[in-house]
């Protein structure tokens, strides 16, 4: 939701990740955080294009930094649900 600064990561994020089941990323920024400094800025710069677009969907590859502070592989596939607005 980016109105509000939230995130909806699927049931599996902690356990592929690592972290605990009470780890909560609050918003977009925390969780960018995570991605290794190489790969951040095209990370945000494609999602940010496929929000400003009237694109639906979005597919990245790039290195994620797990719970063991250890950098991994994710193929990222998201989707953008807007609302009567466009919004």
Not at 11 to 38: R, V
Not at 57 to 82: C, F, N, P, W
């Amino acid at each position: 939701d980016i109105r509000n600064d939230t995130l909806f990561l699927g049931g599996g994020f902690n356990a592929l990740f690592g972290y605990e089941e009470k780890t909560f990323f609050a918003g977009f920024q925390q969780w960018s955080e995570h991605i290794h400094p190489e790969d951040v800025q095209r990370v945000i710069d494609v999602i940010r294009q496929c929000i400003d677009s009237e694109s639906t969907h979005v597919s990245l590859e790039y290195r994620y930094k797990k719970a063991d502070q250890v950098y991994t592989y994710v193929i990222h596939k998201g989707m953008v649900i807007r609302d009567a607005t466009g919004m």
